[in-house]
């Protein structure tokens, strides 16, 4: 048996090896970025039960504290909840989605993927990978490679620091996968509906005096049709992360590739006002056909990413941090646009141009900095002063391609298809570039034997970015502002389950102006977002859960419908209540998820025009919850979620309601053994009623916009593990 196993991780290992994935050798750019971010210690993690969440927090400032411990509100979803939430394209939204503050609207996939926590819109650019801002860029992202998802929630630049698109609704920060201890090797196949197919493979293994060496590579290939009409999408990615480990340093070298083509991704539907006032009532999602996409749309990228990190600890109460990163994302192929809608009848026309079919930016981030520990009489203090630097520049084609305009009817499809347009990738030139520096300093106080924790800290940050002429390279816009950002937190220890806690944070943000608008390509100054927040936690063992009230405040940006220009105008005032649920609530049932009830309505707009109307795309009611039950037969349990989106608008005049939905997921898991190897059997049905329904955005692309979701989708997958 022994040489069989010897035999099989061989192959196997081979079969990695030809993949056939193309390893780009280019720009390394071994960058480095400071422990600010994450400190994680082997071994310790408290997670619940059931293995999906982890209760201890490992994050920024805050480093390795009980999650009753810190003034935020941050769930970390391990690689098992990322596991059982798979769906090809859509992994990262079925996720976060498990979080009440989050939601996503629609089946847009590789292009528009901006989430919404509490209300305000988060751009995907703005993802951090092992806390480094940027390293994770918008696009179809592979999760096969991800040890952790943390999902911070409400504006805080003191822990982010500052990234692309400087999104403040909240964090998402990848953790990559280490290899263990115990070494593993396991080989998943899977099947999605139409006619996916995914083949995955996950070996670890650490080496060396304790375990000093680790290595651990995720290798991934899928192809075919998905659930939706027109939609065909192939990929293939390589992770492969290197570390090593000392009672006093910590070394991560990560190297990360995944190429996507995908032709008819799904789209908005565009409704303009003047076409709203002749509609007799909002088309019926169970009437519109799935995709008014041609199947020869295209959006296609290429991923090469690097990262270093490392940890020192020069004695009992000073440590070193320096982290960095690299990554270039290359999009050759990108024939995309959103259909807008004719006339009652249901006709509309989408033109997409081969002007812009092709782009790339690279992004470099250095952080480092110290972080001490030290008391003052009875007071614990855990100081992080640190540096910070991001830049980000964007390419994009300047050649002119010829139009094709497509007709069809959302009730019959397309009507008219005249191909493919001509589109030149040859000829590219900077239109963009931002770069970022910044200093932080941070202090978490611990005193009154721990039952009380104040956490305080400053960012002062430089942002300056431009625009750039396609013809002449000179600078169009040019924006440089310094500002000082800052946040407070407090939590106080009820008893040994039970804690108060208190936060004031602050975010900076640039307004992202849409494209088709007179100004698409100018630069708006920065805005500051700010948050209050207060709330209790309980930690009851096996299952935790979090009740917390906020306010938030942020300057946005709205278009003129008479003029077409994107300007600042007014703010918004997001404020709710959330209650998040996670853990073993019972022997056998294991529950997370919870609800928010959210108030989001405009103020201080132009002439007071939209004050009070609620801000487009928030829904009054957002909730989840999943439920994991471990059935009397040994090694199945079965698993079931249901998701509430209520009513919104797609306007800011709020002339355009959405009816709210519900969507129903249910799902079985067996674990067994086949030749003495473990195998575990998965079947998943979403959105098992086959429900259609529209949904809504909060993104400045999403006013007067409507997704339409996808139908059930079902996935069967087997995992061999050795």
Known sequence: MLKNKKALVMSVLCAVASVGFVVSASAAEQTMHGNLDEVVVEGSRNLTPDGKIDKTIHFGIYGDKKFTEVPANITSYTDKMIEQNYMP?????????????????????????????????????????????????????????????????????????????????????????????????????????????????????????????????????????????????????????????????????????????????????????????????????????????????????????????????????????????????????????????????????????????????????????????????????????????????????????????????????????????????????????????????????SMLDDKLIVTAGLRHQKIHTSSYSSSTGAITKDYNKSATSPTFGAVYKLSPVTSLYANYSEGMSTLSVPKGVVNEKEVLPPVKTKQYEIGSKWDLGDWGTTLSLFKIKQPVGLTDTVTNIFAANGETRNQGIEWNIFGKVAPKLSMNGGIMLLDAKYKSTQNGAKDGNRVFGTPKINATMAMNWETPVEGLSLNARALYFGSSYADSKNNIKVPSWTRFDLGAKYDTKIMDNPVTFSLMAYNLTDKKYWSTMTTSYGENALMLNPGRTYILSATLHI
């Open 89 to 445: 394209t859509r992994t990262l939204f079925n996720v976060a989605t498990n979080n009440p503050s989050v939601m996503v609207g629609g089946c847009s996939t590789n292009n528009n993927v901006e989430l919404q926590m509490r209300g305000i819109p988060f751009n995907t650019h703005d993802m951090l990978l092992d806390g480094m801002p940027g390293m994770m860029g918008m696009g179809i992202i592979p999760e096969n490679w991800v040890g952790r998802l943390d999902v911070i929630t409400g504006p805080n630049i003191v822990l982010s620091g500052a990234g692309a698109k400087q999104s403040t609704s909240g964090i998402i920060n990848y953790v990559p996968k280490k290899a263990e201890d115990k070494p593993n090797l396991s080989i998943k196949e899977t099947y999605s509906s139409s006619h996916l197919f995914t083949h995955d493979i996950d070996w670890g293994q650490r080496f060396g005096k304790d375990n000093r060496y680790g290595i651990r590579i995720n290798a991934e290939r899928y192809a075919g049709d998905t659930s939706v009409s027109n939609e065909n999408v192939q990929g293939k990615d390589l992770y492969i992360n290197i570390d090593q480990r000392t009672k006093n340093s910590k070394t991560s070298l990560l190297y990360g590739y995944d190429h996507v083509k995908h032709h008819g991704m799904p789209e908005v539907l565009k409704i303009s006002d003047s076409v709203m006032s002749t509609l007799s009532g909002l088309p019926s999602a169970d009437k519109v056909v799935d995709n008014f996409m041609p199947s020869w749309s295209y959006l296609s990228h290429q991923r090469h990413l690097y990262t270093l990190s490392h940890e020192q600890k020069l004695n009992d109460n000073v440590a070193f941090y320096v982290k960095g990163g690299y990554q270039k994302l290359t999009w050759p192929g990108y024939l995309d646009s959103k259909p807008s809608l004719l006339n009652d009848a249901g006709d509309y026309e989408l033109t997409i141009s081969g002007s812009q079919t092709g782009s790339w930016w690279q992004r470099r981030v250095w952080m480092s900095g110290f972080k001490f520990n030290f008391d003052t009489g009875d007071v614990k203090h855990d100081v992080t002063l640190g540096y910070e630097y991001f830049s980000h520049s964007w390419y994009g084609v300047t050649d002119t391609g010829t139009k094709s305009t497509v007709h069809g009817n959302i009730y019959t499809g397309i009507t008219s298809d005249p191909g493919a347009p001509y589109a030149p990738l040859d000829h590219y030139a900077r239109s963009s570039s931002i770069f970022n520096r910044s200093v932080v300093l941070a202090d978490t106080l």
